[in-house]
């Protein structure tokens, strides 16, 4: 069983800034990709920011130059760090592991509870 707990979101204003974090844990053999997703009201789940596990990273257009994501191996963490937060940023935001389990060598995708992102203008 592996889970992830996010942490971090919040009610910020425009300009302001915001950290999240996901960690995972349980039986773990290896992880790959991390990434962020978020889903405004109203909206489809959309992707933010991933990182391989090579440390290669890709965003969304809509976060270039203002998000920066980034991993802790040691930690089995993730992060993401929003700058220059929008109103336009208000969402759910999901982080989302894909992993090797440690028991039984299986190919997970799992997904964090969501944290809540508001951003007042």
């Known amino acids: 069983q592996v889970q992830l707990v996010e942490s971090g979101g919040g009610l910020v204003q425009a300009g302001g800034s915001l950290r999240l974090s996901c960690a995972a844990s349980g039986s773990i053999f290896s992880i790959n990709a991390m990434g962020w997703y978020r889903q405004a009201p109203g909206k489809q789940r959309e992707l933010v920011a991933v990182?391989?596990?090579?440390?290669?990273?890709n965003y969304a257009d809509s976060g270039k130059g203002r998000f920066t994501i980034s991993r802790a191996n040691a930690k089995n963490t993730v992060y993401l760090q929003m700058n220059s937060l929008k109103p336009e940023d208000t969402a759910v935001y999901y982080c989302?592991?894909?992993?090797?389990?440690?028991?039984?060598?299986?190919?997970?995708?799992?997904w964090g509870q969501g944290t809540l992102v508001t951003v007042s203008s």
């Open positions: 989302k592991v894909e992993l090797y389990s440690g028991d039984d060598y299986k190919y997970l995708e799992v």
């Open positions: 990182i391989t596990s090579g440390g290669s990273t």
